[in-house]
């Protein structure tokens, strides 16, 4: 009797878990903990923290991440940087996690906890409605 009374708030939990939450609007701050350009040239890499923000904003796969901070060290090469692409891309692999509760981290723009998991159809129109908002 104990078991049956515990299975259906197990499986109200379980099933509620698996639902799209609400993405919260897209926000940046730049390069987080890392400064966003030279001091001659203060926002000099910005564009590509940005970018990087609003990859780490939707959230997704586990290789999603990984092509989004190699993407983060590809713009910073492009932009004359290499050295600071890979520590910045360093800095991201450790620090961006899903699992740190932080503002940064992968899929910052839906409640945390959230772990690696592919979009699902109704999130997947929300990062699409809300980036359309951007423009």
Known sequence: MMHEKLLL???LLVFSSATASELKPFVSDGCSLFPNGTLSQPDQWLHCCVSHDFTYWQGGTEEGRLHS???LRQCLRDAG???????????VRIGGSPLWPTPFRWGFGWEYPRFYRPLSAEELDQVKTLSRQME
Not at 81 to 91: K, N, S, T, V, W
């Open 9 to 11: 708030p197990t499986l």
């Open 69 to 71: 901070d190699q993407a």
């Open 81 to 91: 940087h290499p050295r600071i692409g890979a520590l910045m891309y360093a800095g």
